[in-house]
């Protein structure tokens, strides 16, 4: 019997000691930051104080876009991690910035003023169909005289002048709030993504063995955050070496300030899958088709839009499965350029379901849907006892949900002049971290950044390229030995030569080998021209067979001051069959690739020098048969 009565009593207990579990709020600040191609790590650091026993930490003011499976916690000291669950709080949205709470209360004022335009055009509009329904004189057997007749007519024209008068006036401030109101609107999407987010909390249960301070380290992964790289790569002249500056462009709009915060860019990207490839047998049968290989613009442009039509400032666009990417500006417009072999762009905006798309044209617009996210699995934290939280705990396991975004307002874009910023590089086994060494703030308010990540001069052979029967403009490529060093991405790069900005190039590096070749776009101070030579164009009959004979003459002067190195291509046609016979007669010294046709002349030109270059080559096949020779 005592037996029974202690246990109920041991059982009453320790069901009280769950009850009286204590909760303690912990608000916390941004301390380190990684971003991703696509998502970032947020890492959040705070000592706590706690008493012996079970604990809940709860910490709040988060991100509303936290992934439940990235979710890692730390603790130093005598503490046990129990539980960890995340959850969303619709009660206590997540703060807005002052500059977006300021457009939003101008903009409810201007909605007030449209109202009351609106209704005195209504109270206007009354008036004049009162005035033409009464502009009746007399009855029908009453008689109107002149001057009863003279006076409804100027009281009418006067009354009906001022009211139209006002309609008007009404009318163009009514047009002037509605243009204001929509460039309000087009801010604050900007500012907040057109959505008001929940704030993210993460629950942690934990047990104290005994009293004091505990240090705790709060890691989490979300999405609306990322980063690209792109370059500006200066060439003062030929003798000099290539000037490259390395850049992240960021942007994030997590709901959440970053203040001076450690950064990092890192090259990985958590949202690709990482499992290797397999081959597949190839079958191959009769009337089986070849390879077919497309040309893909060199260049995309459009707009991102939402379902309505209205401009999404801030968008995400980016060659799928690479670095390379662009963002979107105030009017939704983007333009990038394209590497061979691509094949889709991948468009996204917090807010809107991701969308890729194949690469149709150099025109894409694209409508982006908004996305309804699933909120069944979301706990609402507006309780009002301790016994929730604990429910709330119950069989939940660790992880987390990550949604964040990056944007950095007051980092500063550093002039070509400066030095690059503070940065080491960390190598891993499949990625690189680009560590900024000092402490930067980051506002959430979506906004694209440009940041100089390093400064590299890096030695090149400079080299004029040429395919004149393609395009008669000789091209400056910069060949860079030792690139792998540098932790080069791909992306798109603005070129200034002899301190003039002359285009845009791409820096591709997935096909470098231990050369780098970068295009420092056209030289029009080297001129190439190639002209049929017509005496020697000929079409004659040797007995059974037919012989053409082609002549091409190719000039090339370097107009320049400077001696310049110089390959320029041609080709001859290469037979398939026995009967077509190709007979190379004059190639001015070139390189003959018998197996491609092409014909490389490799060439050092003096300034202000000329060289010409002559092919001259004769087909032969069968008279009864058609050949076309160019």
């Known amino acids: 019997m005592k037996t029974t009565f202690f246990l109920i009593a041991a059982l009453i207990f320790n069901s009280l000691s769950a009850q ?11 301390d380190e930051v990684t971003v991703f191609i696509e998502g970032a790590q947020i890492v959040r650091k705070k000592t706590v104080e706690l008493g012996k026993g079970n604990s809940i930490v709860k910490f709040i003011n988060l991100s509303p876009f936290i992934n439940a499976k990235s979710i890692q916690v730390k ?20 703060i807005k910035s002052k500059e977006l709470m300021a457009l939003e209360k101008e903009l409810e004022a201007v909605d007030e003023k449209i109202n009351l335009e609106s209704t005195h055009l209504s109270i206007l509009h009354e008036e004049l169909t009162f005035l033409q ?33 006002k309609e008007i006036e009404r009318n163009k401030s009514l047009k002037k709030l509605m243009q204001k109101r929509s460039d309000l609107q087009s801010q604050i999407n900007t500012l907040s993504g057109k959505k008001e987010f929940p704030s993210g909390e993460v629950l ?14 709060l890691r989490y992964i979300v999405e609306n955050a990322g980063w690209f790289p792109s370059y500006d790569i200066r060439a003062k002249n030929i003798d000099k070496p290539v000037q490259l500056i390395y850049k992240a462009n960021v942007k994030q709009d997590t709901k959440v300030d970053w203040k001076n915060v450690k950064l990092k860019f890192s090259s990985a990207d958590p949202n690709v899958s990482g499992v290797a490839p397999q081959l597949k047998t190839y079958f191959i049968n009769y009337n089986s088709r070849p390879p077919s290989y497309k040309q893909t613009a060199n260049s995309v442009s459009g707009k991102v839009m939402d379902s309505n039509g209205e401009p999404l400032p801030g968008a995400t666009v980016v060659v799928t499965g690479t670095t390379i990417g662009t963002v979107t500006d105030m009017q939704g417009n983007y333009s990038l350029t394209i590497p061979n072999n691509a094949g889709q762009l991948t468009y996204s905006f917090i807010g809107f379901n991701n969308q890729t798309l194949p690469i ?71 990625t690189v971290d680009f560590e900024i060494e000092m402490p930067y703030t980051v506002h959430s308010d979506n906004k694209n950044y440009s940041v100089d990540m390093a400064f590299y001069d890096v030695r090149a052979f400079y080299q004029y390229y040429a395919v004149p029967k393609v395009d008669k403009d000789a091209f400056l490529i910069a060949n860079i030995v030792g690139w792998e060093k ?12 002899e301190d003039t900005y002359v285009g845009k190039t791409l820096m591709d590096v997935r096909y470098a080998s231990d050369t780098l070749e970068v295009s420092l776009g056209r030289d029009k101070r080297v001129a190439v021209n190639r002209e049929k030579v017509k005496d020697f164009t000929t079409k004659q009959f040797i ?21 310049i190195n110089m390959i320029v291509l041609d080709q ?59």
């Open 543 to 563: 007995g059974s067979k037919k012989e053409e004979t082609r002549a091409w003459k190719t000039t090339v002067k370097n107009n320049k001051n400077k001696e």
């Open 204 to 217: 942690m249960k934990v047990d104290a063995k005994k009293s004091g301070g505990f240090s705790l380290e």
């Open 360 to 430: 149709a044209g150099e025109r894409m617009n694209v409508a982006l849907q908004e996305n309804q996210r699933d909120l069944e699995e979301v706990v609402v934290t507006g309780y009002g006892g301790k016994r929730n939280v604990l429910r709330a705990l119950k069989g939940k396991v660790a992880g987390v949900v990550v949604d964040d975004e990056m944007d950095m307002s007051e980092i500063k874009v550093r002039g070509t002049s400066s030095l690059a910023i503070p940065m080491a590089q960390v190598e891993n086994q499949t």
């Open 572 to 630: 001859v046609p290469v037979s398939t069959i026995e009967a077509i016979e190709v007979d190379i007669q004059n190639i001015s010294g070139a390189k003959h690739n018998a197996e491609t046709g092409e014909i490389k002349w490799e060439l050092k030109i003096k300034p202000t020098g000329q060289k010409e270059l002559d092919l001259k080559y004769s087909v032969k096949y069968p008279k009864n048969r058609n050949v076309y020779v160019e």
């Open 75 to 94: 603790a130093q000291g005598d503490l046990t991690v129990l539980s960890v669950n995340h959850q969303q709080n619709f009660l206590d949205k997540a």
């Open 133 to 165: 329904e009464n502009r009746v004189v007399g009855g029908k057997n009453e008689q109107v005289s002149i001057v009863n007749l003279q006076q409804t007519a100027n009281f009418y024209g006067n009354k009906l002048t001022e009211l139209k008068m």
């Open 20 to 30: 009286n579990i204590t909760e303690k709020e912990v608000k916390t600040e941004v």
């Open 486 to 497: 540098y932790n080069l991405l791909e992306g798109e790069a603005n070129v200034f030569f």
